[in-house]
Nanobody, 124 residues
Framework: QVQLVESGGGLVQAGDSLRLSCAGSGRTFSNKAMNWFRQAPGKEREFVGVISPSGRITDYADPVRGRFTISRDNAKNTMYLQMNGLKPEDTAVYSC?????????????????WGQGTQVTVSS
């Protein structure tokens, strides 16, 4: 069993940076690919990025590529999302998810575990 808890969200201005964390519990964290998703009010869940179990492979959605960076520290059972150059359109609830597959689908049932989400609000 893996439990995921996000933290680090908040209210920032356009151009600022934030680092989100996704802390996992359980012995299988390091065996899971990890994803970040976001969902803005009235919009569908959106893929943000994914990192392989080892951390060597990452991929990002086009809107965030070059601004956001995913990393993980398996010794600490924690994944991070460094967000730079934030824009108002980045405002959303950000959630992390764990899966045995390296994938980008937003279908919730494809993931083994989900966090509860953390709010990121970017003002213009």
């Amino acid at each position: 069993q893996v439990q995921l808890v996000e933290s680090g969200g908040g209210l920032v201005q356009a151009g600022d940076s934030l680092r989100l964390s996704c802390a996992g519990s359980g012995r299988t964290f390091s065996n899971k690919a990890m994803n970040w998703f976001r969902q803005a009010p009235g919009k569908e869940r959106e893929f943000v990025g994914v990192i392989s179990p080892s951390g060597r492979i990452t991929d990002y959605a086009d809107p965030v590529r070059g601004r956001f960076t995913i990393s993980r520290d398996n010794a600490k059972n924690t994944m991070y999302l460094q967000m730079n150059g934030l824009k108002p359109e980045d405002t959303a609830v950000y959630s992390c998810a764990a899966s045995s597959r390296y994938q980008k689908t937003t279908l919730a049932s494809n993931y083994d575990y989900w966090g509860q989400g953390t709010q990121v609000t970017v003002s213009s």
